[in-house]
Every structure is written in C-alpha cells, then in structure tokens.
C-alpha cells in the first residue's frame, strides 16, 4: 500500500440514529451529553470523536452515534423514551470505508464538487452528499483522513469505484 494513500472498511460494533420530535429536542440533547459525558454536542453539520464512540450532529435534533461499544441500542432505549425521540439501530445496515493519505481529498473530488482543504471544510465536518450516485455521510477528520459510510446494500459498488478510482494511486483493494 502507497504510503501517500491508503483504502481500508471501518465497522463499527455499533451504529444508532436519534430523531427528537421538535418539542423535547432540548431535553435529547441533555440526555446525550450526560450519558456520553460532554460539555456540549457537536455543532449541526460537526462530529466529535471520544474514547471508542463517535456522534455526528446531522440536522437540528437528528443525531447519529457509531461506536465499538456493543450495547449502544439497549443503553440509550433505557434513557430515552419514545415519546422524546425515536432511536434506530442501523448497525447492520451502514457500512464504512476510511480513506486516508494526502491524496484521499484529491479522490473524493474526482465525485464530490465539494472544497475539502481546512479552509472551506474544517476537520471534522459531517457532509451528507452521493459520490457514484450513492448517498453517503462523509466524515471529515484530518485534511487526509475521511471516513465514508453509506447503506450496506451499496457497499459493494461504493468500494468498487472507490478502488478504481484510487488505482492510478497504487490502492488495488480494500486493506
């Protein structure tokens, strides 16, 4: 693998979607501070990364949370009531792809008419846009790592060109 760009899948153990209804948004949002012991969340558009556990900001109320930790599900369904918010395990159904080196922002422009440097797009952004047709959330945490998760179903075919498309950089499969 080229040390100036490298392609591997990311899974995480667990990955839930958090949906507060309008009214009760301000108490989700402490629910999720204190159960994952932060000042604040993440600005809309944002993610903030702790220990094993990611949370990413997608639109006012709508929160998505990935980590290793098993038990994400069965934890928040305890603190969270559905007449506060509705809570969905998509584990099986998001799949991910790191895309790292300095040549990763020059990939994703091949599909993505989006201005990657730190200037336009800050580390750690959350960006939900489509490269190859597919809708994906692309996570940004550095100028040269990126993290690329899409439906599983899609999985194969977001690989696929992500593979072609990294050739001409040395990048012949996913690590």
Known sequence: MPKDLSISEA??????????WPDTSKNIESIIISY?????????????FQ??????TLSPGHYMIFSDHQNLLSELSKIIVPENAAITDVSQSRRGIRLKGKNAPIVLNKE????????????STVIQTSIHSIGVILIKLSLEDFLIL?????????????IDSTKEYGCYDLN
Do not use: C
């Not at 899974?11 to 507060?20: A, H």
């Not at 440097?117 to 580390?123: G, L, Q, R, W």
């Not at 899409?150 to 992500?162: A, D, N, Q, R, V």
């Open 11 to 20: 899974r995480f153990k667990s990955m839930v979607l958090i949906k507060s």
């Open 36 to 48: 994952l012991k932060l000042s604040s969340l993440p600005e809309m558009g944002a993610i903030h």
């Open 51 to 56: 220990k094993d556990t990611y949370i990413a």
């Open 112 to 123: 993505i008419a989006i201005d990657l440097s730190n200037e336009a797009t800050p580390e």
């Open 150 to 162: 899409s439906y599983s179903s899609f999985f194969g075919s977001l690989s696929s060109w992500l």
